[in-house]
């Protein structure tokens, strides 16, 4: 219950209606209460999820086939066990099979999964307009998303499988998938494309695991998030107040799954959603809550579909790096407390990913009405990458963070750009 209180806190923070102040009170009340332990382990809310998880991914295979695509479902296993969902379209009705087709990589944002690259449909969806112009299409699926909730031992319903934040996805997952692809295509290198936390797990992997740079023929970052001190999301300024107190957000979060139950959604819904703010529905989805919502650009009629397939699922971990990133305004490792630092890191605060040995060329694309991606540290991570090739802010003033993916005019705006910078680096 009381980490239903906590949302529904935190998403009252954020659409404005109580100020941070007094929910810094009103959190701290609770505190002693908190961790006086808690036992909040819902079993039917578990069972809602693990159904949730198996009718996604018949989804996904049913719905890219109904468009007349063929699509592909692989199992990857990561080096810490970790075992991934990764989909593929290889070749589409336009353009068939064929030997030695270019290789496009494409990684989902927090709280998201492959599904984004194709909920706009043939035709305006980015994996469907890649494969119809002749590329091999492949979709990771990061740990803990709706597919990739498996591992060789450890269980999705217990703690210790939602130990990881998403250093491990750039550390881990990225290599894994991209290993599996090439191998598979017989391919050398192949063109990334990221959205969001598929960009700042990128960072990751190319900066601590440089030999993977040559595998990159390119990297296309849409709405690319590292430094994010100047970001504007009152989700994670509410959250900020608490990242220090690891043993308090570990009680009440549980360092576990972070998938609100529709359960969670309802409770919310029935004291956040005014009928002036925003469309009702949309503002009890925590996913909206975080990135922010563009009415203006947005279509509609996708609403039930996306809503349907996000929150993908992500672990509590992943939220609070990137709330430490906001406190500290540092593109760092996580921060366990100085005991944990010690051990881990030999050091009292994380150590920084050294950006300097990204050598893959890197194409950015970021907007002005980002809540997560903020142009001010678009620019600070620009200014750090010692093979940036294209920087573009899309001429829009309202485009946010999700509009990259499902925006009405997000073709004229973003992907004829970025399909020509594709092209460029095939
Ligand atoms: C909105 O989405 C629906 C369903 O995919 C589609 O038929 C319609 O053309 C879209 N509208 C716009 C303006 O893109």
Redesign the pocket.
Known sequence: MLRYLLVLLLSQAVLGSIPSKYLRDDLTDIEDEILEGLDDYDEEAEREKQEIVDERVRKIYDKVRSNGYPMEVHSVETQDGYILGVHRIPYSPSNGPAANKPVVFLQHGLLCSSNDWVIL?PGKGIAYLLSDLGYDVWMGNARGNSFSKNHKKLNPKKGDFWEFSWHEIGYYDLPAMIDYVLAKTGQSSLNYVGHSQGTTSFFIMTSLRPEYNSKIRAMHALAPVAFMSNMPNPFFSALSPFVQKENILKKLIGSFEFLPSSKMFSLAGQTLCTDQSIVQGVCSSILFLIAGFDQENM?A??LPEILDVTPAGASINQLIHYAQSYTSGKFRQYDWGVTKNLIKYTSLSPPDYPLNKITAPVNLYYANNDWLAAVKDVQILASKLPNLVYNKMVPFHKFNHLDFLWA?NVYELVYADLIANIQKYT
């Open positions: 449909g279509n009629t996708l009405i």
